[in-house]
């Protein structure tokens, strides 16, 4: 069975950090792209972050560059986020993605809250 676990989301003030951890299983990690997708209350959902986890080539959007920081651990099948200089407007549902051509999965997503 394929599971993708976020941790780490919580409550944090404006210019904090947290760091997300999306644990995987179930499915051959080194053929996925892992990333991280947010949601907002009355908003789509958006793509933040991913990493290749053949060769650790990473992309990030631009409302996050500089701040943001994806890594991954093939050896424990983890991706992290690690989140500085948060702003209120990084506020929402976080969520780890698996894709590949063979699958595309999802977790069940962890909440950040960025108080100004």
């Known amino acids: 069975e394929v599971q993708l676990v976020e941790s780490g989301g919580g409550l944090v003030q404006a210019g904090g950090s947290l760091r997300l951890s999306c644990a995987a299983s179930?499915?051959?990690?080194?053929?996925?792209?892992i990333g991280w997708f947010r949601q907002a209350p009355g908003k789509e959902r958006e793509g933040v972050s991913c990493?290749?986890?053949?060769?650790?080539?990473?992309y990030y959007a631009n409302s996050v560059k500089g701040r943001f920081t994806i890594s991954s651990d093939n050896a424990k099948n983890a991706v992290y986020l690690q989140m500085n200089s948060l702003r209120p407007d990084d506020t929402a549902v976080y969520y780890c993605?698996?894709?590949?051509?063979?699958?595309?999965?999802w977790g069940q997503g962890t909440q950040v809250t960025v108080s100004s």
């Open positions: 993605n698996a894709v590949s051509y063979q699958g595309n999965y």
């Open positions: 179930g499915f051959t990690f080194d053929d996925y792209a």
């Open positions: 990493i290749s986890s053949s060769d650790g080539s990473t």
